[in-house]
């Protein structure tokens, strides 16, 4: 299946379902009209002769992967759509040779999805009821993750559309972050940066990496594109953290425009979602392999063969 059909039987799928309504963005919706609006608002400086070939193959954080694509924090409503979804989604992204990230709930099975072989990245939410927060971790700990991931952004509880939903919330402090970062052995990583103060905070606290993202529009409205706030956040942390990305990219050409303004590593959402409702574990991994071949055309093309020699110079501005 190619990627144009997966999205299309993908968001078709959604349209009589209740839980499609989980797709949807906070309040106005503004952020999904302005994800695409800046995404949109780069074009690529081609420069191939001589050009040799390119390889997507990167390893970020001690993980070895075929692409700089993952899966982002996800787990609802990834059992309704089927009932073996997270599994399906963790075979599929294994034969993308991507890597896995579940959200809330933390999953029953993540046990399970770690012995499938992805490499599985796990959040929690800085639950109000800290006692409960840092049982989370554990549960995260003892399934065997590969990283995990702190929702610095949701420090309000998450909300999509009018609809508040209902976890209770506080932000974390520099301390906990620090604290929670020197107890646990994995990689540690701060997921919804949108500033440098937050993004000095999280190096300060010694993270490994954070994801700058506007958590996919279920926390507030009017909250930037990633890429609007990317430089400042990539001068001020300076090497300290790894910088990871998500939200709105969908084809391989918005992937290379992460890379190029400093991501390590791209995120995706709902495209995963499509691709189960699609295609099951195929859809996932046709999702992730169709984004890459699209990444690597292009690499090839604007001369930047490997991943991590994307250069902002390949940008031209609209
Ligand atoms: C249905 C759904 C559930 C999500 N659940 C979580 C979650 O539990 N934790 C989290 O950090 N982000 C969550 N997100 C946000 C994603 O991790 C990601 O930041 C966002 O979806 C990226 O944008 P995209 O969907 O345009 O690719 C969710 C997003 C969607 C669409």
């Given at each position: 299946m190619q990627l144009t059909e997966i999205y299309t039987r993908g968001k078709a799928f959604f349209e009589d379902k209740e839980f499609g309504s989980l797709l949807n963005y906070v309040e106005t919706g503004f952020v999904s009209r302005n994800d695409r609006h800046i995404l949109d608002r780069f074009t690529f400086r081609q420069c191939c002769i001589d050009a040799g070939e390119s390889d997507t193959d990167c390893r970020v954080l001690g993980v070895e992967l075929a692409t700089p694509v993952i899966m982002s924090?996800?787990?609802?409503p990834i059992p309704a759509i089927a009932a073996d979804g997270l599994m399906q989604v963790a075979e599929g992204l294994k034969i993308a040779g991507s890597l896995m990230w579940t959200g809330?709930?933390?999953?029953?099975?993540l046990d399970q999805l770690v012995a499938t072989g992805v490499p599985v990245a796990a959040n929690v939410k800085p639950l109000s009821d800290r006692a409960k927060m840092h049982a989370d971790i554990e549960r995260i700990l003892a399934a065997g993750v590969t990283w995990l991931g702190l929702e610095v952004d949701a420090g309000v509880g998450t909300k999509i559309a009018d609809r508040?939903?209902?976890?209770e919330c506080k932000p974390l402090s520099s301390e906990e972050i620090s604290r929670i970062k020197e107890s646990v052995a994995i990689p540690v990583i701060c997921k919804g940066v949108l500033s440098k103060e937050d993004a000095i905070k999280c190096a300060d606290a010694g993270v490994d990496a954070i994801v700058v993202s506007s958590h996919g529009g279920h926390t507030l409205d009017y909250l930037p594109h990633p890429l609007q706030v990317m430089d400042e956040i990539v001068n001020s942390v300076d090497d300290r953290v790894t910088v990871f990305v998500d939200g709105g990219f969908r084809r391989g050409s918005d992937v290379l425009k992460g890379l190029a303004f400093g991501a390590s590593l791209v995120g995706l959402g709902r495209p995963i979602l499509y691709g189960l409702a699609a295609g099951g574990k195929e859809g996932v991994a046709g999702l992730m392999e169709g984004i890459t071949r699209e990444l690597s055309r292009l690499m090839t093309m604007v001369g930047a063969l490997r991943t991590d020699a994307?250069?902002?110079?390949i940008l031209i501005s609209r």
């Open positions: 924090s996800m787990t609802m809330t709930p933390i999953p029953a099975n508040e939903m209902g976890f994307v250069r902002r110079g």
